[in-house]
Every structure is written in C-alpha cells, then in structure tokens.
C-alpha cells in the first residue's frame, strides 16, 4: 500500500529542511493537546515548524500562524529538553501545494511571528 499524502508531503519537507542545512531534531512533537511538526535547529536558532498540505487547485494551503500555542510549545519543550548553544527561537511555516502526482509547490515563511519578515 502506498504512502498517504501527508506522509508524502513530511517526507518532502524534511527533506527540504536538511537541504536548507536546518537540523531536524523532533517529528511529530506534542505536549498535551499542542502538537508541533518538526523541531529543528538552525544555526543556533530553535525552529519550531507547522506544515500546511493542499493537494490540487491553485491557491497554498491557509497559513495562521498561533502565537499562543506556539508559545505553549515552546515553553513546554524547553522544560524538558536540553538544548546547547541556543541564540534564539523562531517559527516556521512551510506550505506544500501538490498540483501532480510527482509535483508540488513550496513555501517557506521564516519566522512568521516577527512582523519584520
């Protein structure tokens, strides 16, 4: 049996996120109800990414990033995490719009919460 497409479109992103030099660290991370796709670090960043997957039509997936659950998983995987040389934490949104079987675009939205983008 085949993939899904969600799996499908994590293993692309993953992969996009290494060529990128990100380092995958978590997938799939929860506390309690908060979940969160991928914890990665970056150049001394901790990146903090959700994933938004549309297959067909011709707008990307809707991209809200939560500041208050972010926080929530930030926090939490803080307390519990060891973390060495961190300078800093973001969050990403990446956005996948599959338009074939072997196609798809991409949208990476660093930083989301920092209006400077």
Request: glycine share 8%.
């Amino acid at each position: 049996m085949g993939k899904s497409i969600d799996e499908r479109s994590h293993e692309a992103i993953r992969a996009y996120l290494r060529h990128r030099g990100i380092e995958v660290l978590k997938e799939g991370w929860a506390h309690g109800p908060d979940g969160i796709d991928f914890i990665a670090m970056d150049e001394g960043e901790l990146v903090f990414v959700d994933t938004a997957t549309k297959c067909g039509g011709y707008d990307m997936p809707r991209e809200k990033p939560d500041q208050e659950r972010f926080e929530r998983i930030a926090a939490a995987y803080l307390a519990e995490a060891e973390v060495e040389s961190l300078t800093s934490i973001r969050y990403d949104i990446v956005s996948l719009l599959v338009v074939g079987s072997e196609r798809a675009l991409l949208r990476h939205h660093h930083n989301v919460l920092n209006e400077r983008r």
